[in-house]
């Protein structure tokens, strides 16, 4: 093929659209197509932008407003499990702090810029197969619709079906060992607003910090040896 216009992006999550935005950059314009029948508007638990995110996201011209939607973290504290603190870790000199925000803003942010560019997202589009042409590929969906292009790119999570097709043998995600919950408390903490603590026990720890409402909000990583990978 002398060169590469069209793509087919396999997920329609974060990753997916962030590729299509990064695919017209560079010329080349792709579709998204997601398995799921509605959008993941509201789900998702948070998660933590570093420097080198938020980089990586300025390529796609999406640093700004990710780092609108984070709360900044600007350093880490360990303690031990009786809040005797062990070390504090600044962040990187140079470099912004970190940003924590909901999993479920971080993807409107993405979503939105690819509907602002008229990048296609297509829902209720599970892919069952894919077939390689001498000047294309195409994807076959479980509805019985297909869709061809250039290449195909796939961006659909751990369970990736994009990976089984083109390597049926290769190795399925496995536990662990771990299990991880989270919440939010009602509860005043007297710590800093740009810091998350970790307090460290024999088996797991605790990590927390105050979100910009004053809620505090947790989370940790329990020894479990029974959970499904999801």
Not at 154 to 179: C, F, Q
Not at 187 to 208: C, I, N, W
Request: net charge negative; glycine share 12%; no cysteine.
């Amino acid at each position: 093929m002398a060169k590469v216009t069209t793509a087919i992006v396999i997920g329609g999550g974060i990753a997916g659209p962030a590729t299509a935005l990064a695919l017209r950059k560079a010329g080349i314009e792709a579709r998204v197509y997601e398995a799921y029948a509605a959008s993941a508007d509201g789900l998702g638990g948070m998660l933590m932008v570093a420097p080198n995110g938020l980089n990586a996201l300025g390529v796609i011209g999406l640093d700004e407003a990710v780092a609108a939607v984070g709360q900044p973290i600007a350093r880490m504290v360990m303690a031990d499990s009786r809040g005797k603190q062990l070390m504090e870790l600044p962040g990187l000199p140079g470099l912004p702090p970190s940003r924590l925000m909901w999993r479920s803003d971080l993807y409107r942010v993405v979503r939105q810029a690819a509907l602002a560019q008229d990048i296609r997202l297509e829902h209720g589009k599970r892919l069952i197969a894919a077939h390689d042409q001498p000047d294309g590929i195409t994807a076959v969906f479980e509805d019985g619709t297909t869709a061809t292009a250039d290449i195909l790119i796939g961006a659909d999570g751990i369970h990736s079906t994009v990976r089984k097709l083109i390597d049926p043998g290769a190795p399925e995600p496995r536990p662990d060992g771990l299990l991880g919950v989270a919440g939010e408390s009602d509860m005043e903490l007297p710590v800093r607003s740009d810091a998350m603590y970790f307090a460290f026990g024999k088996r797991a720890f605790l990590g927390y910090w105050v979100q910009p409402n004053g809620r505090p909000a947790w989370f940790a990583n329990l020894p479990s040896q029974a959970f499904h990978v999801d």
